[in-house]
């Protein structure tokens, strides 16, 4: 007998699939953590568009449905609503999970859009649920707090500055000038074959009066912006073209994109994300004690320890934060000397809090002589460098001038933490890094949506979808069910 090859069963063959869809879906698969989750939530409370049915009108999609068939795909790392319509009609567990109804792309697409605000609502439960399994906070949490630059759905030539939309704005006069001449032409002409290009320099035409518009638009925001908060945070103001919102931000060794800063605040016992937010905050400067006194009121802490690296070190934020109870554990960064590598380092200056004066090499004492309330600094000094033997080492000014920040005690406190102990830096990378690395698997290729409210949604569900994953490798799957199922009969009681 001839050797075959191994083939299927005959497509026209019947009963062959199990006869219940519900047959189709491993007893151990994601969508029934997914499903479980899904049945707990109150809909209408977490304020999801169409939560209530119409009265009239044909009936629409369950929010609920299109819920479970996004939080499914974003754990699958398929995001787009056509590639999501797609699988509703091939996949499985989608059809098992949506109870085979597929949704054409637009409502999949409409419910992502509209929902911006109920994500957050749902994953800011999601974390009440993990601190009443334990799984977060606790006496006196450690939380770490990071930032990391997420790509918006926009291209950097899309961020013009002032002077590339005049340019723009000027080729485009120029352009449609020269259209206009062809018409004139082909009018000239008359002739009938010249009709189909007449059609598209008017196509053409259209959509360079629409991109002058933007463009217009665009100059008119920055002028009115002015020194706007926008304008201070970037050296060059920048308006979006495609998404107004998102900023052009500096990279990892210097490369440049379009798109959002998120902070995310991360308890350090199980990597759960706590507190997150997207921000156009061009540095971490200043986002230090808002993302501590977010974490710190999700867990309901009296007192917390914050850890972040050296991007967050400010004195300001290191102060606020030890006014709320909360220690901060922040490394200074190394601070190149103002005044040139060949000159003593400021560190060489000591400063004495009991006569709020710096000793200097020389051993002269440094008095202060302005206080800047702008700056929130004060300066200190001494008439003694003139003659002074290390002058050539010191200063090329007439003297050397120290300045001090109102908070550098604050911001020396947690520094010294810091230094003190290695293993809380480590906690600290060993913390954050892990679930940026994940949110940047989960939204490969940045954001989808576009303008900050939008985007703030669908980093929401980005932020479950890990706390989710995270939640049941830390459980296992039976454990999570288990607890999905109880905490839904206690708020369903
Ligand atoms: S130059 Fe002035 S500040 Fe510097 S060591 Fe001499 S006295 Fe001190």
Redesign the pocket.
């Known amino acids: 007998m001839a050797h075959q090859h191994k083939r299927g069963i005959a497509r026209t063959q019947t009963a062959l699939l199990p006869a219940a869809v519900e047959d189709y879906v491993a007893a151990h698969s994601i969508v029934r953590v997914i499903d479980e989750y899904v049945n707990g939530l109150d809909m209408v409370a977490l304020e999801f568009d169409k939560s209530v049915p119409a009265a009239t009108g044909r009936p629409g999609y369950a929010p609920d449905d299109l819920l479970r068939l996004y939080l499914y795909g974003y754990w699958n790392r398929v995001r787009s609503s056509r590639r999501l319509e797609i699988e509703c009609k091939r996949n499985l567990e989608a059809m098992w999970l949506m109870s085979q109804l597929a949704p054409d792309h637009k409502t999949i697409a409409d419910f992502r859009r509209v929902n911006a605000r109920a994500f957050q609502l749902m994953c800011a439960q999601f974390v009440q649920f993990l601190r009443g399994q334990k799984l977060v906070g606790g006496e006196a949490p450690v939380v770490a707090v990071d930032g990391s630059k997420f790509k918006a759905s926009a291209s950097k030539s899309s961020l013009v500055t002032a002077e590339q939309a005049a340019k723009q704005r000027q080729k485009i006069e120029q352009r449609i000038g020269q259209y206009l001449e062809q018409m004139d032409q082909a009018d000239a002409q008359e002739d009938a074959e010249v009709e189909p290009s007449a059609e598209r320099i008017e196509a053409a035409l259209k959509r360079l009066r629409q991109r002058d518009q933007q463009l217009e638009q665009a100059q008119a925001e920055l002028a009115a912006q002015g020194a706007g908060a926008k304008a201070k945070e970037e050296r060059t103001p920048r308006v979006g073209l495609t998404d107004p919102d998102c900023v052009m931000l500096s990279g990892k060794g210097g490369a440049t994109l379009a798109g959002y800063n998120v902070q995310q605040a991360v308890d350090a016992q199980h990597k759960l994300i706590v507190a997150h937010e997207v921000t156009t905050h061009a540095n971490d400067r200043t986002s230090l004690e808002p993302m501590a006194s977010q974490a710190q009121q999700v867990l309901g802490a009296a007192e917390m320890t914050v850890l972040a690296d050296t991007g967050y070190m400010n004195g300001a934020q290191a102060q606020g934060c030890e006014a709320k109870g909360i220690t901060p554990v922040v490394p200074m960064p190394e601070v190149p000397n103002t005044h040139g590598e060949a000159f ?1 380092p400021k560190r060489m ?1 000591s400063y004495d809090k009991t006569t709020d004066s ?1 000793r ?5 004492v ?1 008095k202060r002589y302005k206080h800047d309330r702008t700056a929130e600094t004060d300066y200190y ?2 008439r ?8 050539a ?3 090329k000014s007439e ?2 001038s ?1 300045a001090r920040s109102w908070y550098a005690e604050a911001a020396e406190r947690a520094h010294e933490r810091a230094r003190g102990n290695a293993t809380l830096m480590r906690l600290r990378s060993a913390t954050a890094e892990h679930p940026f690395g994940n949110l940047k698997a989960i939204l490969d290729g940045g954001f989808l949506l576009r303008t900050l409210p939008k985007v703030k949604g669908e980093m929401a569900l980005g932020v479950l979808t890990y706390n989710l994953k995270r939640t049941l490798n830390i459980l296992g799957i039976e454990q999570l069910m288990q607890k999905l199922r109880t905490h839904r009969t206690l708020i369903s009681v």
């Open positions: 003593y200056f710096y200097c090499r020389a051993g002269e440094l000094w001494t003694a460098c003139a003659g002074c033997a290390h002058k080492r010191c200063t003297r050397r120290i």
